[in-house]
């Protein structure tokens, strides 16, 4: 069918992080999802979004 591909749905993202990963470290000379490389990282899995909102807020 026109426009289906043979990969999932899942390998299509992969492939597309590591495009943007090589992108981003090409650039920046910085790998791609550290922490280092950002003002601030919250956790929102622990955290939770209302607490994370609380905590930017309160930042700002």
Not at 15 to 20: A, G, H, L, M, Q
Not at 32 to 60: F, M, P
Request: charged share 35%.
């Amino acid at each position: 069918m026109y426009g289906e591909r043979e990969e999932s749905p899942e390998q299509r993202i992969r492939d597309k992080d590591k495009r943007r990963a090589a992108y981003h470290r090409f650039y920046t000379d910085m790998k791609w999802g550290h922490a280092q490389n950002y003002d601030l990282t919250l956790n929102s899995g622990t955290l939770g979004i209302d607490r994370c909102v609380e905590i930017i807020k309160g930042i700002y």
